[in-house]
Structure formats: C-alpha cells, structure tokens
C-alpha cells in the first residue's frame, strides 16, 4: 500500500480494535454482497496524510478490487478521525458502485482528486491481493516492525485520539435523525457510513 504524499515515509496504523470495527460496518452495509467474498480494512496515519484501504477479496480469487482514499489532516487542528470518517464513506461509495456495476469501475489507478461531501480527497483503484503483498514483504525481510514509524511524537496525538473510547463511535447529528416520511425509504436503500449518510447514487457520486 503505497501513499499519495512522496513525503509520506513513516506511519502509524490504525489502532485494531478502530480498524476492526470499520471492517464491521462494512461487513453489515454490504452483508448481500459477501457470500463469497470478505472485507478487508487497512489504515495508515502519516504526519500529514490519513490513508485508508477498503479490499473487496472474493473467494478462490488472487486478485483483490482495492478502494483506496488518502485525505489531508492537520495534527494542529486533531482532525484525524473525522478525516477517517471521511475516508470510510469515499471508499463505501466507491465500492457500492463497483459491486453495483458487477465489476465495472470507475476509479483512477493512480491518486486522483476529487471533491466528495464538501471536502477534497484522493482516490485510486488498486488490485494487490493484501495477503500477497505481506507475503513478499516478509520474503524480502521487510517486517511490520521495519515499516512503522518508531519516533510517534509527530502522529501521537492524531493516534490517541483514534484510541479514545469516546471517539470511536460514529459522530451523530440529532438533525440527521429528523428524516422526513419520503426520504425513509429511500434512506434504507443503501448502507450508511461513519457520516451518518446514506451512499450517494451513482448519479451523485465522485464525478
């Protein structure tokens, strides 16, 4: 998993137990699609980039349709876990279109800017199958340990705030609950994300 940011050499990753629990909201939202596939999260916190990875694996299939998203955070302002929950629903959309278009995707292979909820973020397709990249790594002596940033005073904050009970649940807006009759339905029609909002159709996605 390579970063967007030729600048961006250590990281930190996301705490396992947050890690696991984007995995679980991925795996509810997209519970038809997984018979025969599963989700698999990686998340990387840099000095100044968040990145997420949402791989779609399919069973008996090397290949692996990888949803990835890299988003700007300032350690000033402790933004980092709402750039995740930002990251969380870029890579949700994404993935929705793909598995809606059997396949068929429409994502830049290389870092591409876009504009998504307001916000400017960066997106790419890949195909490593996860399991294989780590596989190489250890063949080449690269271990986790080698990869991870050692000196964490730059990231120490974004990641405790990531580690933070209080911050791992989804941020909540009363006034998302106040949905009126007509948009119910149609609110139920696709999962919903860390944002509280339901994945754009195709019409209104990263074009």
Known sequence: MNPRLKTSKKWTAFPAEYAKQIQNVFNESFAEYLEAAEILIEGRIYPGEIMLRVGYLEA????????????????QEQDA??????????????MMDYLENEGEVDVPYTWKEISFQGSKIYVQFTTENSSLEAQANALLGVSEADLLNEDLSSEEDALSRAEQSEELSPPRNHEDDLIEDDELEEEKKGPRM???????????KLH
């Not at 709402?82 to 994404?94: F, K, T």
């Not at 860390?194 to 195709?202: A, E, L, N, Q």
């Open 60 to 75: 008996g299939r090397l290949s692996q349709a990888n949803f990835e998203v890299s988003m700007a955070y300032s350690q």
């Open 81 to 94: 876990i709402q750039r995740i929950h930002n990251c969380v629903d870029a890579a949700a959309s994404l």
């Open 194 to 204: 860390f944002g509280g909002k339901r994945i754009p159709d195709k019409k209104n």
